[in-house]
């Protein structure tokens, strides 16, 4: 991660996530003030917004839950907005990835966040796309990151804080970077949810599952997560 002046006021995307999350504890412990935003965009389940509240708990920061349930129908097609795509187990390819694909999701997200931003006076936006993400999701590249910053720049010329800055951290990162981050800046690894199916426990066999497994194992930390598969289990 590049090392800068930390934000006076940051508003992070918070999916509830293991990157999301420790995007917003290391921003905690950079002193920089969070309010952590999350999203109802129609996903298969609300679980993982559960953990997002509870993030922001922890961290005293102010949480926002923005409602665009109304978006389901429209951005149908991808296997964690509509109930009649299955979601894809084990590890990700190229192939089981593109069903996971939500249209134009970081865009949307990153408009909202950048207009609460401008509107509370905070100076930067942050979010967790890392470089696992490349591959299939156009909206977590390099390249998407610089155009979106520069056109928050300009559609907001006059108001947005001379000083602005969207943050990603992590978007040269692998999930195991991540992992090893997360654990030197304190994140409980139990307050984040990274499975697609919503159960009672991690299914240990979804591609998030899945990566989040193999993250830990790569990054040598213990993984405290407990998945409903027991094989998943004994993977770790």
């Known amino acids: 991660m590049t090392e800068h002046t930390p934000p006076r006021h940051t508003v992070v995307i918070a999916s509830g996530g293991l990157d999301s999350t420790t995007v917003a ?28 509240r509870r993030t922001a708990g922890r961290l005293g920061a102010r949480y926002e839950l923005v409602d665009l349930g109304r978006l389901d129908g429209l951005l149908s097609g991808s296997a964690l907005t509509d109930p ?30 950048v207009g609460a931003a401008v509107a509370a006076g905070a100076d930067a936006v942050a979010f967790g796309a890392h470089a696992g993400d490349h591959a299939v999701y156009p909206d977590c590249r390099t390249e998407f990151f610089d155009a979106f910053a520069e056109a928050a720049r300009f559609g907001n010329e006059g108001f947005i804080a001379e000083d602005f800055r969207l943050l990603a951290p992590f978007i040269a990162q692998t999930k195991a ?49 407990e998945y409903a598969d027991a094989t998943a289990g004994a993977a770790r």
């Open 177 to 225: 970077d991540i992992v090893r981050v997360a654990d030197q800046v304190g994140v409980p690894f139990t307050d984040t949810w990274s499975c697609y199916r919503g159960g009672a426990l991690h299914c240990g066999t979804c591609g998030t599952c899945s990566e989040r497994i193999e993250a830990f194992a790569l990054a040598g930390v213990e993984d405290p997560t």
């Open 84 to 113: 009649t795509v299955e979601v894809p187990d084990g590890t990700y390819t190229a192939e089981s990835m593109r069903s996971t694909v939500v249209p134009n999701r970081n865009a949307i997200m990153l408009s909202i966040a």
């Open 25 to 52: 504890y290391w921003l905690a412990g950079s002193g920089s003030m969070l309010t952590l935003l999350s999203f109802d965009y129609g996903q298969r389940h609300r679980k993982e917004l559960d953990f997002a």
